[in-house]
């Protein structure tokens, strides 16, 4: 892609967002690696060096929780706490806030998007936030969990786990149904951060278009959505294509009746 090319299509995208009114983004791993937390594929990522069915099944969890505890859980605890949210997040807050993106589905765990501001965020797969006991549900902030024996338990005696979803494990129902309506009503999904490879979150690109809408990714790289599902591909950072995003999107607002036009 050319620098030109670049522009025309974050032109082109700004423009989407402001005359429709109804975009929702779908976010992965890359939108918080400019936060410094790790992706889990390509380079530098988690799964490089471990494998995720031996170290992030439930199966494995229900086998050998301290094992989880202490190779996974405990690492991606320590990079979560101090990470901050980033250019990326802070441009599809903004954009909620101006009132041209619905809402945000996010693949990640690490509550960044919140952090920035966005209020309307669907956590596919769940937290690291909150930890919930195997044995009686109850859930207890991450911060509040006593972790100095390795699995921390809650007061009634089970092992806490975090509040997120396990390979093997369902997506929670209601965020699935939730996320197919939106996109049977989106008009543009913007694709941010995720290499579209674990389903079901992979299929809501599918689903947004067959329900007619554009699907714009942003990512250094191209995925398996790129010349299939999506209209185009924004090569590039999160934090800069969505910041170039946004000031297009202020100078649109800055012409007046442009963005009130029905559609
Ligand atoms: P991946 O690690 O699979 O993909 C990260 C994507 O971010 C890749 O497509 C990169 O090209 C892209 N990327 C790299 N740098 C970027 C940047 N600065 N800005 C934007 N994008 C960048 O992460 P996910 O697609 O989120 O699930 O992975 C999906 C799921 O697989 C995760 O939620 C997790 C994992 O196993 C579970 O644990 C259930």
Not at 5 to 15: M, S
Request: aromatic residues 4%; neutral net charge; charged residues 20%.
């Amino acid at each position: 892609m050319r620098d030109g090319d670049r522009d025309v299509l974050i032109q082109r995208t700004a423009e989407a967002l402001v005359q429709t009114r109804r975009a929702v983004a779908l976010t992965g791993a890359g939108v918080s690696i400019e936060s410094g937390i790790p992706p889990f594929r390509g380079p530098g990522g988690l799964w490089e060096t471990m494998d995720p069915m031996e170290v992030a099944h439930i199966d494995v969890f229900r086998r050998d929780p301290e094992k989880v505890w202490k190779l996974l859980i405990e690492g991606m605890q320590a990079v979560l706490s101090v990470a901050r949210p980033n250019a990326g997040h802070t441009g599809l807050a903004r954009l909620e806030q101006w009132g041209y993106l619905r809402s945000v589905i996010t693949q990640n765990v690490d509550g960044l998007h919140q952090a920035a501001g966005s209020r309307d965020v669907i956590e596919f797969h769940g937290t690291f936030a909150w930890q919930r006991c195997q044995d009686c549900e109850s859930r207890c902030a991450t911060g509040k969990v006593d972790l100095s024996r390795i699995p921390p338990r809650c007061a009634c005696g089970g092992i806490y786990r975090p509040d997120c979803v396990f390979f093997g494990e369902m997506i929670p129902p209601q965020h699935l149904a939730r996320a197919q309506r939106l996109m049977a009503r989106c008009d543009v999904l913007l694709v941010v951060g995720t290499s579209a490879t674990v389903h079901p979150a992979a299929m809501i690109p599918l689903l947004a278009k067959d329900a007619g809408a554009r699907v714009i990714e942003i990512n250094p790289e191209p995925t398996p959505l790129t010349g299939r599902v999506s209209d185009y591909l924004i090569q590039g950072g999160a934090g800069a294509v969505l910041n170039d995003i946004l000031g297009c999107v202020e100078e649109l607002r800055g012409l007046g009746g442009h963005i009130d036009t029905p559609r």
